[in-house]
Protein backbone atom coordinates (compact mmCIF):
# COMPACT_ATOMS: atom_id res chain seq x y z
CA UNK A 1 0.00 0.00 0.00
CA UNK A 2 2.70 2.74 -1.07
CA UNK A 3 1.53 6.14 -0.38
CA UNK A 4 3.69 8.58 -1.75
CA UNK A 5 3.42 12.10 -1.41
CA UNK A 6 5.93 15.57 -1.16
CA UNK A 7 7.58 13.69 1.54
CA UNK A 8 7.86 10.46 0.40
CA UNK A 9 8.97 10.93 -3.42
CA UNK A 10 8.07 7.96 -5.62
CA UNK A 11 11.40 5.64 -5.99
CA UNK A 12 11.56 6.97 -9.84
CA UNK A 13 10.92 10.51 -9.30
CA UNK A 14 13.01 10.97 -5.54
CA UNK A 15 16.37 11.71 -7.61
CA UNK A 16 16.17 15.84 -7.27
CA UNK A 17 20.00 15.45 -5.69
CA UNK A 18 21.17 12.56 -7.58
CA UNK A 19 21.32 10.09 -4.99
CA UNK A 20 19.19 6.82 -4.62
CA UNK A 21 19.03 5.77 -0.89
CA UNK A 22 18.63 2.11 -0.08
CA UNK A 23 17.93 0.21 2.70
CA UNK A 24 17.66 -3.51 3.93
CA UNK A 25 17.65 -5.67 6.83
CA UNK A 26 19.22 -8.93 7.35
CA UNK A 27 19.15 -11.41 10.62
CA UNK A 28 22.60 -11.55 12.38
CA UNK A 29 23.78 -15.11 13.81
CA UNK A 30 23.87 -14.43 17.63
CA UNK A 31 26.82 -16.78 18.38
CA UNK A 32 29.02 -14.64 15.52
CA UNK A 33 28.15 -11.03 16.44
CA UNK A 34 31.43 -10.73 17.78
CA UNK A 35 33.34 -12.36 14.17
CA UNK A 36 30.55 -9.60 12.37
CA UNK A 37 31.72 -6.78 14.36
CA UNK A 38 35.40 -7.45 14.21
CA UNK A 39 35.56 -7.80 10.21
CA UNK A 40 33.61 -4.60 10.28
CA UNK A 41 35.68 -2.61 12.52
CA UNK A 42 38.31 -3.20 9.26
CA UNK A 43 37.00 -4.30 6.40
CA UNK A 44 39.21 -5.18 3.60
CA UNK A 45 40.61 -2.26 1.46
CA UNK A 46 39.98 -4.02 -1.89
CA UNK A 47 35.99 -4.72 -0.76
CA UNK A 48 36.10 -0.64 0.62
CA UNK A 49 37.45 -0.15 -3.09
CA UNK A 50 35.15 -2.34 -5.00
CA UNK A 51 32.22 -0.72 -2.76
CA UNK A 52 33.66 2.96 -4.09
CA UNK A 53 33.85 1.08 -7.75
CA UNK A 54 30.69 0.40 -7.69
CA UNK A 55 29.45 3.76 -6.89
CA UNK A 56 28.72 3.40 -3.41
CA UNK A 57 29.06 5.93 -0.54
CA UNK A 58 27.90 7.03 2.87
CA UNK A 59 27.36 2.95 4.22
CA UNK A 60 26.51 2.63 7.76
CA UNK A 61 25.23 -0.80 8.82
CA UNK A 62 23.54 -0.64 12.34
CA UNK A 63 22.84 -3.05 14.79
CA UNK A 64 18.98 -4.19 16.54
CA UNK A 65 17.78 -6.19 18.68
CA UNK A 66 13.83 -6.76 18.06
CA UNK A 67 11.89 -9.12 20.35
CA UNK A 68 15.50 -11.18 21.29
CA UNK A 69 16.53 -11.61 17.96
CA UNK A 70 19.45 -9.90 16.73
CA UNK A 71 19.43 -7.75 13.28
CA UNK A 72 21.32 -5.66 11.14
CA UNK A 73 20.04 -2.88 9.08
CA UNK A 74 22.21 -0.95 6.40
CA UNK A 75 21.62 2.64 4.75
CA UNK A 76 24.23 3.55 1.67
CA UNK A 77 23.82 6.28 -1.17
CA UNK A 78 24.12 5.28 -4.84
CA UNK A 79 25.74 7.79 -7.34
CA UNK A 80 24.99 5.91 -10.41
CA UNK A 81 22.34 4.85 -13.45
CA UNK A 82 22.45 0.98 -13.07
CA UNK A 83 22.62 -0.13 -9.70
CA UNK A 84 21.82 -3.84 -11.17
CA UNK A 85 24.91 -3.22 -13.33
CA UNK A 86 27.14 -2.23 -10.44
CA UNK A 87 26.04 -4.99 -7.76
CA UNK A 88 26.65 -7.36 -10.68
CA UNK A 89 30.04 -6.14 -10.78
CA UNK A 90 30.71 -6.73 -6.84
CA UNK A 91 29.46 -9.80 -7.09
CA UNK A 92 31.62 -10.72 -9.95
CA UNK A 93 34.84 -9.16 -8.09
CA UNK A 94 36.76 -12.14 -6.21
CA UNK A 95 37.80 -10.68 -2.92
CA UNK A 96 34.23 -9.31 -2.44
CA UNK A 97 33.24 -13.11 -3.31
CA UNK A 98 36.10 -14.35 -0.35
CA UNK A 99 34.50 -11.39 1.82
CA UNK A 100 31.02 -12.81 1.73
CA UNK A 101 32.62 -16.24 2.62
CA UNK A 102 33.37 -14.91 5.86
CA UNK A 103 30.09 -12.55 6.57
CA UNK A 104 27.48 -14.62 4.78
CA UNK A 105 27.86 -17.29 7.62
CA UNK A 106 27.36 -14.61 10.25
CA UNK A 107 24.05 -13.22 8.76
CA UNK A 108 20.39 -15.69 8.47
CA UNK A 109 18.79 -14.35 5.39
CA UNK A 110 15.17 -13.46 6.15
CA UNK A 111 12.71 -15.77 4.39
CA UNK A 112 10.88 -12.93 2.52
CA UNK A 113 14.41 -11.42 0.64
CA UNK A 114 14.32 -11.04 -2.84
CA UNK A 115 15.45 -14.42 -5.18
CA UNK A 116 19.66 -13.94 -5.07
CA UNK A 117 20.16 -11.52 -2.49
CA UNK A 118 21.53 -11.20 0.96
CA UNK A 119 19.88 -8.75 2.43
CA UNK A 120 15.93 -7.65 2.19
CA UNK A 121 15.03 -4.13 0.87
CA UNK A 122 13.39 -2.04 2.76
CA UNK A 123 11.08 0.21 1.18
CA UNK A 124 10.85 4.27 2.17
CA UNK A 125 7.66 6.09 3.52
CA UNK A 126 9.30 9.26 4.54
CA UNK A 127 12.32 11.38 3.11
CA UNK A 128 13.32 14.90 4.03
CA UNK A 129 16.25 16.21 2.47
CA UNK A 130 16.89 19.33 4.60
CA UNK B 1 30.55 -5.56 22.90
CA UNK B 2 31.82 -2.61 20.29
CA UNK B 3 34.40 -2.96 18.43
CA UNK B 4 36.03 0.22 16.82
CA UNK B 5 38.28 0.24 14.09
CA UNK B 6 39.07 2.19 10.54
CA UNK B 7 35.82 1.17 9.27
CA UNK B 8 33.61 1.47 12.28
CA UNK B 9 35.20 4.57 14.25
CA UNK B 10 34.00 5.23 17.53
CA UNK B 11 31.00 8.01 17.88
CA UNK B 12 33.11 10.46 19.07
CA UNK B 13 35.97 10.83 16.86
CA UNK B 14 33.33 9.53 13.54
CA UNK B 15 33.40 12.90 13.13
CA UNK B 16 35.43 13.85 10.11
CA UNK B 17 33.22 15.23 8.18
CA UNK B 18 31.24 16.99 11.15
CA UNK B 19 27.97 15.08 10.46
CA UNK B 20 26.72 12.37 13.36
CA UNK B 21 24.74 9.86 11.39
CA UNK B 22 21.67 8.37 13.45
CA UNK B 23 19.44 4.96 13.26
CA UNK B 24 16.57 4.40 15.47
CA UNK B 25 13.75 1.89 15.69
CA UNK B 26 10.12 1.65 16.65
CA UNK B 27 7.41 -0.72 15.98
CA UNK B 28 4.40 0.41 13.57
CA UNK B 29 1.11 -0.48 14.80
CA UNK B 30 -0.31 -2.76 12.08
CA UNK B 31 -4.00 -1.44 12.35
CA UNK B 32 -2.38 2.26 11.23
CA UNK B 33 -0.14 1.39 9.03
CA UNK B 34 -2.04 2.99 6.65
CA UNK B 35 -2.55 6.40 8.54
CA UNK B 36 1.25 6.47 9.55
CA UNK B 37 1.97 6.24 5.78
CA UNK B 38 -0.85 8.62 4.74
CA UNK B 39 0.95 10.99 7.88
CA UNK B 40 3.92 10.43 6.18
CA UNK B 41 3.73 11.49 2.81
CA UNK B 42 2.82 14.77 3.65
CA UNK B 43 4.61 15.75 6.47
CA UNK B 44 3.09 19.47 8.07
CA UNK B 45 5.56 21.92 6.67
CA UNK B 46 6.23 23.41 10.74
CA UNK B 47 7.00 19.98 11.31
CA UNK B 48 9.64 19.93 8.57
CA UNK B 49 10.87 23.46 9.48
CA UNK B 50 11.44 22.33 13.20
CA UNK B 51 13.14 19.25 11.95
CA UNK B 52 15.36 21.31 9.51
CA UNK B 53 16.12 23.97 12.83
CA UNK B 54 17.14 21.39 14.41
CA UNK B 55 19.94 21.07 11.95
CA UNK B 56 18.68 17.20 11.18
CA UNK B 57 18.71 16.64 7.06
CA UNK B 58 18.59 13.61 4.82
CA UNK B 59 15.82 11.89 7.13
CA UNK B 60 14.76 8.76 5.82
CA UNK B 61 12.10 6.50 7.57
CA UNK B 62 11.66 2.80 6.17
CA UNK B 63 9.36 -0.39 6.96
CA UNK B 64 10.32 -3.64 7.54
CA UNK B 65 8.66 -6.95 8.12
CA UNK B 66 10.41 -9.09 10.69
CA UNK B 67 8.74 -12.39 12.44
CA UNK B 68 5.65 -11.09 12.10
CA UNK B 69 5.73 -7.52 13.33
CA UNK B 70 6.12 -4.52 11.46
CA UNK B 71 8.92 -1.65 12.51
CA UNK B 72 10.00 1.47 11.45
CA UNK B 73 13.43 2.28 10.76
CA UNK B 74 15.17 6.05 10.61
CA UNK B 75 18.51 7.17 9.51
CA UNK B 76 19.18 10.78 9.59
CA UNK B 77 22.34 13.26 9.91
CA UNK B 78 23.16 15.49 12.38
CA UNK B 79 24.70 19.06 11.32
CA UNK B 80 24.61 21.19 15.17
CA UNK B 81 26.92 20.25 17.76
CA UNK B 82 24.01 19.96 20.76
CA UNK B 83 21.76 16.86 20.07
CA UNK B 84 20.32 17.50 23.36
CA UNK B 85 19.12 21.00 22.88
CA UNK B 86 18.19 20.69 19.78
CA UNK B 87 16.01 17.64 20.49
CA UNK B 88 14.90 19.49 23.25
CA UNK B 89 13.57 22.55 20.99
CA UNK B 90 11.74 19.70 19.26
CA UNK B 91 9.75 18.29 22.09
CA UNK B 92 9.14 21.86 23.01
CA UNK B 93 7.82 23.00 19.64
CA UNK B 94 3.67 22.94 20.07
CA UNK B 95 3.39 22.14 16.12
CA UNK B 96 5.92 18.99 16.78
CA UNK B 97 4.13 18.19 19.90
CA UNK B 98 1.00 18.14 18.01
CA UNK B 99 2.09 15.94 15.48
CA UNK B 100 3.78 13.45 17.87
CA UNK B 101 -0.18 13.22 19.23
CA UNK B 102 -1.07 11.48 15.81
CA UNK B 103 2.33 9.81 14.96
CA UNK B 104 2.81 8.37 18.74
CA UNK B 105 -0.37 6.16 18.47
CA UNK B 106 0.75 4.53 15.06
CA UNK B 107 3.94 3.31 16.86
CA UNK B 108 4.77 0.66 19.98
CA UNK B 109 7.59 1.89 21.39
CA UNK B 110 10.34 -1.27 22.27
CA UNK B 111 10.58 -1.57 25.54
CA UNK B 112 14.65 -1.37 26.20
CA UNK B 113 14.44 2.03 24.23
CA UNK B 114 16.06 5.06 26.36
CA UNK B 115 13.08 6.41 29.07
CA UNK B 116 11.83 9.15 27.57
CA UNK B 117 12.35 8.51 24.15
CA UNK B 118 9.87 6.62 21.32
CA UNK B 119 12.95 5.61 19.10
CA UNK B 120 15.36 2.82 20.21
CA UNK B 121 18.76 4.53 18.78
CA UNK B 122 20.92 1.61 17.05
CA UNK B 123 24.75 1.66 17.25
CA UNK B 124 26.28 1.36 14.59
CA UNK B 125 29.06 -1.19 13.18
CA UNK B 126 30.27 0.05 10.00
CA UNK B 127 30.94 3.00 8.33
CA UNK B 128 32.51 3.60 5.03
CA UNK B 129 31.67 7.30 3.56
CA UNK B 130 33.47 7.30 0.44
Known amino acids: ?5 ST ?4 DTSLADGVQ ?5 VELVPEKEREYRELHAEVWSSVQKR ?10 IFIAELAGKKY ?11 IDADKAAM ?6 RRWWTVTDPCQRRIDSTNKGEQWMGLER ?4 LA
Open 8 to 11: NPAP
Open 51 to 60: IADSKMRNYN
Open 21 to 25: RFAAV
Open 91 to 96: AADPET
Open 72 to 82: LFSYLEYLGTD
Open 1 to 5: MSIYG
Open 125 to 128: VFFQ
